[in-house]
């Protein structure tokens, strides 16, 4: 089944305590892109890549790393996470031909104390 | 800088009633537009895109260039319409997306 899945669904964790958040897509697809979610501000890009080691920043990238070492992995790093990053992330991709339609995944509601 | 804009925030309508979700966007290109939307608890999936021109799940938008608008309308609202929807605007060949802040559309049985 074409899907893109993230890891892990849920977390809590404390000020300080670097994580990652995994994104994994099984399409082959080109581009790969990270949003948050907050209430009453809908869906912020935070980074995107366009293929393999080519990755840039969106609207909102200050307190997040990304790398895009394999074409079907666009791991989320959160070096020092603060309560302000309490949000929910999805993952999304895309390729080519496909008048740009973005498969998501199923989000990651994070947590920082 | 392009830009997207649903005015707002929630709307309730009851069953049967028809429904108009506004979408207003500003971009001095050629712009391709999409609607997403997310049920309740589920991922974000495309609805529809204005380059396709169909209607899904009895929903339907047009493009007006002139108005620079794309309005998701259906004509009979459905219980399992109540969902979050987005609009969202990208350049013609481009894979970024702008976003805008979404719609809450509960409908009321």
């Known amino acids: 089944e074409a899907q893109v899945t993230q890891n892990p669904r849920y977390l809590i964790t404390v000020t300080g305590k670097k994580l990652t958040v995994t994104c994994s897509q099984n399409m082959n697809h080109e581009y790969m892109s990270w949003y948050r979610q907050d209430p009453g501000l809908g869906l912020r890009q935070i980074y995107y890549?366009?293929?393999?080691?080519?990755?840039d920043k969106g609207d909102v990238p200050e307190g997040y790393k990304v790398s895009r070492k394999e074409k079907r992995n666009f791991p989320l790093i959160l070096e020092s996470p603060s309560p302000n990053q309490t949000s929910l992330y999805f993952c999304a991709s895309s390729g080519t031909g496909d008048y740009n339609e973005q498969f998501f995944g199923p989000g990651t509601r994070l947590t920082v104390l | 800088a392009q830009r997207v804009t649903q005015p707002e925030k929630l709307l309730s309508v009851f069953k049967g009633a028809p429904v108009e979700l506004k979408c207003n966007y500003s971009?001095?290109?050629?712009?391709?537009l999409f609607w997403y939307v997310q049920y309740s608890r589920q991922r974000l999936q495309l609805l529809l895109r204005?380059?396709s021109r169909e209607s899904i799940k009895g929903f339907t938008a047009d493009l007006n260039k002139g108005e620079t608008s794309f309005h998701l309308k259906k004509p009979f609202a459905q219980e399992e319409d109540s969902a979050m929807y987005y609009c969202a605007l990208s350049r013609a060949g481009s894979y970024q997306l702008t976003f805008g802040k979404g719609t809450k559309l509960s409908v009321i049985p």
């Open positions: 890549s366009m293929n393999v080691e080519v990755t």
């Open positions: 971009y001095s290109g050629s712009p391709e």
């Open positions: 204005h380059i």
